[in-house]
């Protein structure tokens, strides 16, 4: 067998640029619906992505937890350990930039600030794959709040399961700075639907399900979310949603698990891909 050996430092790298770029630089999907947006504080969201991207200035001032998804050959093996590459892009993109520092060390008793954006939230996925896909998502903690899960019965329908995720965005959507983009994660366990749900968050606005009924569904769902007429910020004119997109899982018997994540109207988000330095005999 081979091993595939991916030089740390080399990702790290990479990572930098993107977290940097995720924070300044709207996506251009995002700046088109803003450009077209003529409503309410339109002058000014279209400013601050102007100022933004001039001084390099946060595109909010809530910068966020960074949380990262990745993909890696079974084969594969870094000259250090991969956490330890990640909080380190956090670290020197957050302490070098005017980025708000928003992770506390302790949840309940203290709450200290870590002071440098550390830790960040990982997950990891071994597949076949030859080289290495690190996503990542900027996720502001008014969004984050909106994040839902739902243990519905096994035995619900479609209807049941749009009008789970409809009636949460039309009481919450509006706390998440619309539009958003929502993912949702149906099935596996409690935990692993929420990870789906903040997984299928990385995919392309314009990347459907590659499952038919699922992509369906994923249609369905943005159709009634749009008709609730959120809209920019919770002002009631233009899009609620920009995209809905759904990840699923093999689950008990007994359990129907329903998570939805939300983005925030900026979306940030990024990828990172990496090939191995060299090989390895073992």
Do not use: W
């Not at 957050?94 to 506390?104: I, M």
């Not at 008014?142 to 899960?149: A, D, H, R, V, Y």
């Not at 299928?200 to 699922?214: G, K, V």
């Amino acid at each position: 067998m081979k091993i595939a050996i991916v030089d740390a430092k080399k990702l790290e790298e990479k990572l930098i640029q993107q977290l940097q770029k995720a924070n300044t630089v709207i996506n251009d999907y995002v700046k088109t619906q803003i450009q077209f947006y003529e409503g309410p504080f339109s002058d000014v969201l279209k400013r601050n992505i102007m100022v933004a991207e001039e001084t390099g200035l946060p595109l909010c001032q809530d910068t966020g937890m960074v949380e990262f998804f990745v993909f890696m050959g079974y084969n594969i093996v870094f000259t250090e350990p991969l956490e330890e590459t990640l909080n380190n892009a956090v670290k020197k993109v957050y302490s070098s930039n005017p980025f708000r520092f928003s992770v506390v060390r302790d949840p309940v008793y203290e709450r200290k600030n870590t002071f440098d954006n550390t830790p960040a939230v990982v997950h990891i996925f071994q597949t076949q794959r030859e080289d290495v896909e690190v996503r990542f998502l900027v996720k502001g903690g008014g969004s984050e709040n909106l994040t839902k899960l739902f243990m519905a019965s096994p035995s619900a329908d479609l209807q049941e399961i749009t009008e789970l995720i409809v009636n949460h965005i039309k009481e919450h959507g509006a706390k998440g700075c619309p539009p958003l983009k929502v993912g949702i994660g149906i099935g596996g366990s409690a935990d692993k639907a929420v990870v789906l749900s903040k997984l299928a968050l990385t995919r392309s606005f314009d990347e459907p399900n590659a499952d038919s009924r699922y992509a369906q569904l994923e249609k369905e769902i943005h159709r009634r979310l749009n008709e609730l007429k959120i809209g920019f910020q919770g002002l009631f004119v233009g899009p609620t949603v920009y995209s809905v997109h759904v990840e699923y899982a093999p689950t008990h018997i007994a359990n129907l698990p329903i998570a939805v994540s939300v983005d925030c109207y900026l979306c940030r988000k990024g990828v990172v891909r990496i090939e191995p330095d060299a090989t390895q005999d073992i």
